[in-house]
């Protein structure tokens, strides 16, 4: 049972930056899955952000490219998010999540799945 813990989420002015983390544990496979970042605002679905994958290669949503990276540390068991050039329009809980498999994110597509089988509680960011 694979169990996800955020953490780094906070308030920000726009233009600044933030780091996110999410530490794994309980992975059953070790660091062999894909491991992505998600956000949802009050009132609007889910939508997805960034994934990395078990071979580090990365896919951005379009909102992401250009200001945000994705990064994994296995030895550590721990995905990074870094977000820079904040926008107000960033405001949102931010969830990581983990799957065997990146599935439809190569490349990233308005359709790229978004049920990935594994998430943790969140961690909120607000940008003013």
């Known amino acids: 049972h694979v169990q996800l813990v955020e953490s780094g989420g906070g308030s920000v002015q726009a233009g600044g930056s933030l780091r996110l983390s999410c530490a794994a544990s309980g992975n059953p496979y070790g660091s062999a899955y894909c491991m992505g970042w998600f956000r949802q605002s009050p009132g609007k679905p889910r939508e997805g952000v960034a994934v990395?994958?078990?071979?580090?290669?990365?896919s951005f949503a379009d909102s992401a490219k250009g200001r945000f990276t994705i990064s994994r540390d296995n030895a550590k068991n721990t995905v990074y998010l870094q977000m820079a050039s904040l926008k107000p329009e960033d405001t949102a809980m931010y969830y990581c999540?983990?799957?065997?498999?990146?599935?439809?994110?190569?490349?990233?597509?308005?359709?790229?799945?978004?049920?990935?089988?594994?998430w943790g509680q969140g961690t909120q960011v607000t940008v003013s």
């Open positions: 999540a983990a799957d065997r498999v990146c599935g439809s994110w190569f490349p990233w597509t308005p359709r790229s799945r978004l049920d990935f089988r594994y």
């Open positions: 990395v994958d078990v071979d580090f290669t990365t």
